[in-house]
């Protein structure tokens, strides 16, 4: 077998031995970081899937996050994201989405009914429009007018869950606490469920191009008419090419008031890594709050242009998902307290 020094000695090329190697050590770390595709929560591992199947084919970023978002947007058991998703007060399920690019292009759709892929007609909203964010009975006239198809998105579950809440009618934001997949929470929603999670996903394509995509339901049972930060950009959702890309899971409240995303990724422009800018902005969610919130919680996932990723929560008991070529695993995030 032809050994390496040999064949550097055949080349000629002995005195370049330790630059060569060093040249050698980049590239492993170029190819093992590249593609990459994190998802928020433990759910985020059937998202990555999706995503992985686009990345592994040398597919974008972009499409990558729009197929990862859409598989929890079809799961009529994920009651925070689309189909199943809890519906508002007046018993109405409206989503939240966004999806953003490297070059800083970004679509979005706020209080969408009836439609189930919210992430795919923000998509649209950015390739064929000239505007970011449409809304309600827009968002919708636009999306039927893509061939989008119109249904019915409160399921029986979700209904049930709904009526009730209806007994009580008492509307309180619950942390989310996740350990081991199995989530449990005192306190809870009917049947203890939880009653917010988004999903953030964020990918860089093996072209180093980086993409993100939020989508949710949103808070259940909330005013209707609410937004939360999933479609407001800098809030739930941030990308820029050059420097990372972030996204925000939790009380959007919390996250629109501190510009949580793109604070994330402002951070990381300054040089922190992933998961100390996440827990910088979680920070300055914290800060706000004079005796530490037991009832909130905040959490970011980001993804840095060269592929590292981190996150960090505001409690315990976030977890997120990563998908590289050496394989799938969750990661627990660190959290505040
Ligand atoms: N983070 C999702 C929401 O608050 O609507």
Redesign the pocket.
């Known amino acids: 077998m032809l050994l390496r020094r040999d064949l550097l000695r055949m080349l000629g090329l002995s005195a370049a031995l330790p630059s060569l190697a060093a040249a050698a050590r980049a590239v492993d770390v170029a190819e093992t970081r590249r593609p990459v595709v994190i998802s928020t929560w433990t759910f985020g591992e059937a998202a990555n899937a999706a995503a992985w199947d686009v990345l592994a084919d040398g597919g974008a970023a972009l499409d990558a996050v729009e197929a990862g978002a859409r598989v929890p947007e079809a799961d009529p058991d994920n009651h925070s994201v689309g189909l199943g998703g809890y519906p508002d007060r007046d018993g109405r399920v409206t989503l939240?989405a966004s999806i953003m690019d490297h070059a800083g292009n970004l679509g979005a759709v706020a209080c969408l009914e009836d439609v189930v892929h919210a992430v795919s007609v923000a998509r649209r909203v950015m390739e064929k429009t000239p505007h970011v964010l449409l809304v309600g009975e827009g968002a919708l006239g636009f999306a039927l007018a893509e061939g989008f198809p119109r249904q019915n998105l409160l399921t029986p579950a979700a209904e049930h869950a709904w009526r009730e809440w209806l007994q009580t009618a008492r509307y309180a934001p619950q942390p989310n606490i996740e350990r081991s997949n199995r989530y449990s929470l005192p306190d809870a929603l009917p049947g203890g469920e939880r009653n917010?999670d988004?999903i953030g996903i964020l990918a860089l394509d093996r072209g180093g191009h980086l993409a993100g995509a939020c989508t949710?339901s949103?808070?259940a049972f909330?005013l209707h008419g609410r937004?939360?930060?999933?479609p407001i950009s800098g809030a739930?959702l941030f990308v820029d090419g050059e420097v990372g890309a972030a996204s925000?899971?939790?009380?959007?409240?919390e996250?629109l008031r501190v510009c949580g995303s793109h604070t994330v990724v402002e951070l990381m422009r300054q040089g922190r890594s992933p998961e100390q800018a996440c827990r910088e902005a979680v920070e300055r969610i914290a800060r706000r709050h004079r005796t530490p919130r037991k009832d909130l919680q905040m959490a970011f996932v980001a993804l840095s242009a060269d592929g590292r990723h981190g996150g960090y929560s505001l409690q315990p008991g976030f977890a997120y998902a990563v998908r590289t070529s050496a394989g799938t695993r969750q990661v627990e995030a660190p959290s505040l307290t």
């Open positions: 939240d917010h988004t949710t949103g808070m909330k937004v939360g930060d999933s739930g925000a899971t939790g009380v959007g409240e996250c």
